[in-house]
């Protein structure tokens, strides 16, 4: 037993937790943006500190490989989202559009939203994972509903309904699953610990599993965003804070798409049960091709990048689904890259959304000469998530589609017609945006681009030279995904 | 008690369908609330029954929940806010009733379908019980589709969770943490749901969804 990385996983709940408590009561909005920073990077070093060693399960938290991978990535974006979020926030406060009680709120509900993230993706029980999920989608209604602009309302209202049905849906295969265990494991507890599910997953009623996990892949693929049930996302991303829009991208999807995965590999330890992979790869399919042709239809920023966000969950769940070593690894892969890319592109959009007034794609125009910075930081991230090289995307795309070309041929058609036409949208609108005769802007914001600008390093850096360890590691997790 | 039990606990189960059948073709406004709160009751018998018959106290303490939560504060709270609303009269139109009854059956069918063949294995209480589960948890979805109005909503919402909370005291021995998670859930949706709806109102003057849509198209 390894105390020290044990406190460091009730630290990583404990923090957030605490946070939360105090951003609710304390004034003064520079203060709760420091605290939130504070408290977000405490975070992501209690996450690091599990990278090297990893405590035994207990009854209900566990650290594996799988979510650690998880763990790290989503208390990062947390992070560097919390420190852009100081700037946004202020130029909000200092506009009008958000005042002090709003900001307290915001601060304490991010804060939570990050504890419901971490206890989604560290519980080793069925049950509490998916009350974590519950909490997380209810944290980020209440924030996207922030603004109060019957648009905003709106927004929130849908997310708020089709969450809960999706959510409803995976409680329902929630108690599948431990209808399907009960027999083996016995009555209580045990039949819900993701440890003990793994272990004797052989035994269980295949029958059960299958529709469990029907209703699992319907139920947080509504989260993750997936095409028939992809309604709320763009509407939450467009209306919310754009902070928001980036932590939904860059984690909350991911949780939900962590909660599929596993059950997807309960599923796989069970012979006599369905392949689960079929089921993902026509839902990621449908997501990718039908949220490429959205994407030339939308005519305001953010709602674009949700669809590009739509898009590239369709690829990972796509990737994750084919299966086998080298498609889990390129969709880990992809997953990773996609969350600091999106989020990087949304920072960048926020700012630029702050200084041109608008959300409209038409009125922004020429941004790479009337604000460099921004400008081209948008121009490289957009670049990064349509798939260009030297940026890891492009690395990760190419290898989802290359192992799909050696193992489903047919299936590489749809995947690579679905990628060009995304591409095709977005380099589009990227030409719009960021050259020819700057538009008017409305102010000016004191932008902080250091989050942004580590991002898309990263994501250069994974493109050019994926470091060693990080490949071992991940690799290591694509086995353990089977 | 073998015989007894499985038919007690399936009249409660059935006459939840039942009643989400009724549910469907309210459209009064107090109506929908009291046919609610009918169904709550329902519930929370077939809950109290689940405990006796397995021996788990802790069951009747999910039934309190209900009976307590679903069947008083609840509708109270909804009659308040319609009032306060004025709304408390309004008649919704309920497009196409045969038709949505019609979809109604196939969706039980569909659940007697697809539950009964997998849960073969499982005690013959459990899987009557799961069937009657889903068919609530697709009427309650039906209902929130067909609606327009956000009450209307909220309570198809309300329904479908009744349907949940039947399947996980159906299964037996499902850990307490999941049906407090549930019932503490719905009373979370519940308070945001109602301050969503004061805020709609601020706004709209109306709780119709259309309305909502209608912003959406004026600003595209």
Same mark, same amino acid.
């Given at each position: 037993m390894n105390v020290p990385a044990l406190d460091s996983v009730d630290a990583l709940l404990i923090v957030p937790a605490l946070a939360g408590l105090v951003l609710a009561f304390l004034p003064g909005y520079r203060l709760a943006a420091g605290v939130n920073c504070v408290a977000s990077g405490l975070a992501f070093l209690c996450a690091c500190a599990l990278l090297p060693h990893r405590p035994a399960p207990g009854a209900y938290l566990f650290v594996d490989d799988l979510n650690v991978v998880f763990v790290v990535l989503s208390t990062f974006v947390g992070f560097t989202t919390s420190a852009y979020s100081a700037s946004y926030i202020g130029h909000e406060i200092a506009t009008g559009k958000l005042n002090p009680a709003h900001v307290r709120f915001y601060h304490a509900m991010y804060q939570s939203m990050m504890f419901a993230m971490n206890l989604a993706l560290l519980a080793n029980n069925i049950g509490l994972m998916w009350v974590a999920v519950e909490f997380a989608t209810l944290t980020t209604v209440l924030m996207v509903g922030i603004h109060r602009t019957p648009e905003a309302l709106e927004a929130a209202w849908k997310y708020f309904i089709l969450g809960s049905v999706g959510i409803a849906l995976a409680l329902f295969g929630t108690i599948l699953v431990y209808m399907s265990a009960e027999p083996v494991l016995g009555e209580g507890s045990d039949a819900m610990v993701w440890t003990s599910l793994m272990q004797h997953a &052989? %035994?269980?009623s295949p029958r059960l599993l299958n529709v469990a996990f029907v209703f699992l892949m319907l139920g947080y693929g509504t989260k993750v965003g997936l095409?028939?049930?992809?309604?709320w996302l763009p509407d939450a991303h467009a209306e919310g804070p754009t902070p928001i829009s980036a932590v939904l991208s860059g984690l909350l999807l991911n949780v939900a798409l962590y909660a599929i995965l596993r059950f997807k590999m309960l599923l796989a330890a069970? &012979? %006599?049960?369905?392949?689960p992979g079929p089921l993902m790869i026509a839902l990621g399919l449908a997501s990718l091709i039908f949220a490429g042709f959205m994407l030339y239809r939308r005519d305001d920023i953010k709602r674009l990048f949700a669809y590009s966000s739509i898009e590239h969950m369709g690829i990972v769940t796509f990737a994750f689904g084919m299966g086998g070593p080298l498609a889990n690894f390129a969709g880990l892969l992809h997953m990773t890259m996609h969350s600091l890319t999106k989020s990087a592109i949304f920072f960048a959009v926020g700012h630029v959304v702050q200084v041109?007034?608008?959300?409209?794609i038409a009125d922004i125009r020429g941004l790479t000469e009337s604000h460099p910075a921004l400008g081209w930081a948008l121009v490289a991230g957009v670049m990064a998530i349509a798939g260009l090289?030297?940026?890891?995307v492009f690395m990760s795309e190419f290898l989802v589609v290359s192992s799909t070309f050696a193992r489903q041929p047919l299936l590489a058609i749809p995947l690579a017609l679905g990628l060009l036409v995304a591409f095709g949208a977005l380099l589009l609108r990227l030409v719009g945006l960021a050259f020819g005769e700057p538009s008017e802007s409305a102010g000016e914001v004191e932008a902080s681009v250091v989050p942004l600008y580590v991002h898309l390093a990263l994501v250069l850096l994974a493109g050019l030279w994926l470091e060693p360890h990080v490949a071992a590691w991940f690799r290591n997790v694509a086995a353990l995904l089977g | 008690m073998g015989t007894l039990a499985f038919d007690v606990a399936h009249l409660f189960a059935g006459g939840l369908v039942l009643v989400s059948f009724v549910l469907l073709y309210q459209d009064r406004m107090t109506g929908l609330i009291n046919i609610f709160t009918l169904h709550a009751i329902v519930l929370s018998l077939s809950v109290a029954w689940q405990a006796y018959v397995q021996h788990a106290p802790h069951l009747y303490l999910t039934a309190a929940i209900a009976i307590l939560f679903k069947a008083v504060v609840i509708p109270l709270g909804l009659r308040r806010i319609m009032v306060r609303l004025r709304i408390h009269r309004d008649i919704e139109v309920v497009g196409g009733v045969g038709a949505t009854m019609l979809l109604g059956i196939c969706l039980v069918a569909l659940s007697l379908v697809v539950m009964l063949p997998a849960t073969a294995a499982a005690a013959p209480l459990a899987r009557e019980d799961l069937a009657f589960a889903l068919s609530v948890v697709l009427l309650g979805l039906l209902m929130m589709v067909t609606r327009r109005n956000a009450i209307s909503q909220v309570v198809g919402f309300m329904s479908l969770e009744n349907g949940l909370i039947l399947a996980a005291t159906g299964?037996?021995?499902?850990?307490?943490v999941v049906e407090i998670s549930v019932a503490f859930s719905v009373l979370i949706a519940f308070i945001v749901i109602g301050i969503f709806l004061f805020r709609i109102r601020e706004r709209f003057d109306t709780v119709d969804i259309q309305e909502l849509d209608r912003v959406r198209g004026g600003r595209r």
């Open positions: &052989a %035994a269980f095409a028939p049930m992809h309604a069970n &012979a %006599a049960a369905i392949a041109k007034g608008t959300q409209k090289p030297p940026f890891g | 299964a037996k021995g499902m850990p307490l």
